[in-house]
Nanobody, 125 residues
Framework: QVQLVESGGGLVQAGGSLRLSCRTS????????MGWFRQDPGKDREFAAA???????YYADSVKGRFTISRDNAENTLYLQMNNLEPEDTALYYC???????????????????WGRGTQVTVSS
């Protein structure tokens, strides 16, 4: 059974940093594309960052230059390093994994089969 478990969220002041982790089980972290999405209450879940099985990374324009996605195959864990955080980054952050080695469009939630339960990030001004 595939499980994705996020951690690392919290409360931070604007300009601060957090590193989110997504520990995976039942699958290999580098076997398919994985991504980070975020969602505010009452809004759609939006794409933040993704990494393909080949290591290519993608970022939403709103986080480019501030967020870095990476993975540790030995730890079977996906990471999201978030620097220079802004109040607009406040959201519940989800880790997700696609099901096939052939990467589908990485910014579409429908292309991800497996999801974690999320970790809350709150940035105060």
């Amino acid at each position: 059974q595939v499980q994705l478990v996020e951690s690392g969220g919290g409360l931070v002041q604007a300009g601060g940093s957090l590193r989110l982790s997504c520990r995976t089980s039942g699958r290999t972290v580098g076997s398919t594309a994985m991504g980070w999405f975020r969602q505010d209450p009452g809004k759609d879940r939006e794409f933040a960052a993704a990494i393909t099985n080949l290591g290519t990374t993608y970022y939403a324009d709103s986080v480019k230059g501030r967020f870095t996605i990476s993975r540790d195959n030995a730890e079977n864990t996906l990471y999201l390093q978030m620097n220079n955080l802004e109040p607009e980054d406040t959201a519940l952050y989800y880790c997700a994994a696609q099901a096939t080695p052939a990467t589908l469009l990485v910014d579409r939630t429908v292309n991800y089969r497996y999801w974690g339960r999320g970790t809350q990030v709150t940035v105060s001004s």
